[in-house]
């Protein structure tokens, strides 16, 4: 199973980016998708989840600002991301789970102040 994420880059404050994760390999649909996210030097923290009916979680720090999609094609989920602040800046990674946990390589997102 292959997790890959795209859609990270540069953006100023205030800006959007929209993160995109698609997973090949898995004939069946993940019971649950999620982001994470990591800093520079501290640890990975959960983003966004959505399981298989739907329903969704946010970290306090994204709420209202974050919201968490899964695509049309079978096992994608999106990311959207509005209002970036600095403290957004991370290596976001998508995370799916089926039995076993996957994640991908991840994609940076760099907020500029």
């Known amino acids: 199973v292959l997790l890959v994420e795209s859609g990270g880059g540069l953006v100023q404050a205030g800006g959007s980016l929209r993160l995109s994760c698609a997973a090949s390999?898995?004939?069946?649909?993940?019971?649950?998708m999620a982001w994470y996210r990591q800093a520079p030097g501290k640890q990975r923290e959960l983003v966004a989840t959505?399981?298989?009916?739907?329903?969704?979680n946010y970290a306090d720090s994204v709420k209202g600002r974050f919201t968490i999609s899964r695509g049309s094609a079978k096992n994608t989920v999106y990311l959207q991301m509005n209002s970036l602040e600095p403290e957004d800046t991370a290596v976001y990674y998508c995370?799916?789970?089926?039995?076993?946990?996957?994640w991908g390589k991840g994609t940076l997102v760099t907020v500029s102040s």
């Open positions: 959505i399981g298989s009916g739907g329903n969704t």
């Open positions: 995370n799916a789970v089926r039995v076993n946990e996957y």
């Open positions: 390999g898995m004939v069946f649909s993940f019971n649950a």
